[in-house]
């Protein structure tokens, strides 16, 4: 099946045309205005340096249920100690750039470009792009970030410089968007990880219907306590 080629015009092809890996378009750019477009249209870019802007939809989604999170007993214990302090939209960039330089097992480099951590740090100032942060002694240890799109937070990437760093960034997150009107994570594509914290698949279909179920609610502040 062909791969749309994008042009200019801030426009995506139908989601239901792509392949069946879920590639659905190659080109364009990162502008913001196009960016935003593709989360509310259940899509998103992932590419390696040196490659044309690759952009995915895959079907099924791989999702988690903020209220369906496996959390452990001895995360229960983590999450209740003094040893990390969860926080949001303290650090964004300093997010993106910890998980852009974080080795990952089975790849050479990162598929977070300079252009790619420029387009987040963008649509962070304008509102919808959120970083949750695990700090350990003053020092930022892990922590995520990603998009908010209607009902769905679309998580980008985590990283974790301490045992339980990022698990504990996104246990801590799911209770707090759920009390915010957030029905979903977005995980994009399986990974065992994930698996592992009640992450699923849902057709697309259905995935899609919760980022277009109007406005994202506020997206959870979490400050040092």
Not at 87 to 97: D, I, K, M, Y
Not at 191 to 205: D, K, Q, V, Y
Not at 209 to 217: E, I, S, V
Request: aromatic share 10%.
């Amino acid at each position: 099946m062909p791969v749309f080629l994008l042009g200019p015009e801030i426009v995506f092809p139908p989601v239901e045309s792509g392949r069946e890996d879920g590639l659905l378009a190659v080109g364009g750019d990162l502008s913001a205005p196009r960016l935003e477009l593709a989360y509310k249209s259940g899509i998103f870019p992932w590419y390696s340096e040196g490659e044309p802007v690759l952009w995915w939809s895959p079907d099924p989604r791989f999702v988690l249920r903020p209220e369906h999170v496996h959390t452990s007993k001895a995360m229960r214990r983590v999450l209740r100690s003094d040893r990390f302090i969860v926080t949001s939209n303290q650090a964004f960039e300093q997010v993106v750039l910890a998980c852009a330089d974080m080795p990952r097992p089975g790849q050479a480099g990162t598929w977070i470009t300079p252009e790619m951590r420029d387009a987040y740090l963008q649509l962070h100032e304008r509102g919808l792009a959120h970083s949750v942060e695990t700090w350990h002694d003053g020092e930022l240890v892990g922590g995520l970030y990603g998009v908010a799109s209607g009902t769905c937070f679309c998580g980008e990437s985590m990283f974790s410089k301490k045992p339980d760093a990022s698990k504990a960034a996104l246990l801590t997150l799911c209770p707090e968007l759920l009390a915010r009107g957030f029905d979903l994570i977005d995980c994009q594509v399986h990974t065992p990880h994930l698996e592992s914290l009640g992450a699923e698949f849902m057709p697309r279909a259905k995935f899609l219907r919760h980022l277009h179920n109007g406005d994202a609610p506020s997206f959870p502040t979490m400050m040092p306590h």
